[in-house]
């Protein structure tokens, strides 16, 4: 059965310094990949969708690269802020399961 | 718009009980989700459905049932509810990635006690 894994453990990371998060995925090939944010008490929001033709996406300080060798996608936060203080979650392919998520504190 | 609007958000069920929660989206969205959310956990995908009439089976879809009767609105039922279910339930809908921008809105959530 597919597996999606995320940083487990929470990332601390400093104001002003750029935050990477980790989705690896096995035993499928998605033909794309998404990425929410959750903070607590609401609803995950979108964030960025990268398909398998795409290496890289930039919205704004995110970007999330695509490696589907690798079956890994990064998701870059430059300059962080406080409020970009969540947990952050990876969707890769059609069906919207979800990694368990990684939180960020900036 | 209103979204994505979840119907009830408290509910206190007793071991036993039955209820249904409703998922209404007013965005014409093909895809529509059911998730369970518990304290220091993922979402965990109980049963979806791609279009009206049609549902599927998620990560976790034992002692659930779901149905699809009309395009906007998918329904959560709970024959016999379990302590086990308390959870806090969120509904998603979304146009499919392959034809649209596949971006999932969510609900407020529905937070269950089941005692």
């Known amino acids: 059965s597919q597996k999606i894994e995320q940083n487990s453990e929470a990332l601390n990371i400093q104001e002003g310094k750029t935050a990477t998060l980790t989705c690896n995925y096995t035993n499928y090939s998605p033909a794309y990949l998404q990425w929410y944010r959750q903070d607590p008490g609401r609803g995950p929001v979108f964030l960025l969708l990268i398909r398998e033709n795409e290496k890289e996406k930039r919205k704004e300080r995110l970007k999330v690269t695509f490696d589907t060798t690798l079956k890994q996608s990064l998701f870059h936060i430059t300059a962080s802020q406080p409020a970009d203080s969540a947990t952050y979650l990876c969707?890769?392919?059609?069906?919207?399961?979800f990694g368990t998520g990684t939180r960020l504190q900036v | 718009n209103a979204g994505v609007t979840q119907t009830p958000k408290f509910r206190v069920l007793k071991t036993g009980q039955s209820m249904t929660l409703l998922c209404a989206q007013d965005m014409n969205h093909e895809y529509m989700y059911w998730y369970r959310q518990d304290p220091g956990m993922g979402l965990r995908l109980i049963h979806y459905?791609?279009?009206?009439?049609?549902?599927a089976k998620g990560e976790v879809p034992d002692g659930y049932n779901v149905s699809r009767l009309k395009k906007q609105n998918f329904l959560l039922g709970l024959e016999s509810a379990a302590p086990s279910q308390t959870s806090v339930y969120f509904c998603a809908s979304s146009y499919s990635a392959t034809r649209g921008s596949g971006e999932a809105f969510f609900g407020q959530g529905t937070r269950l006690t089941v005692v």
């Open positions: 459905s791609v279009g009206e009439g049609t549902t």
């Open positions: 969707a890769p392919g059609d069906k919207l399961i």
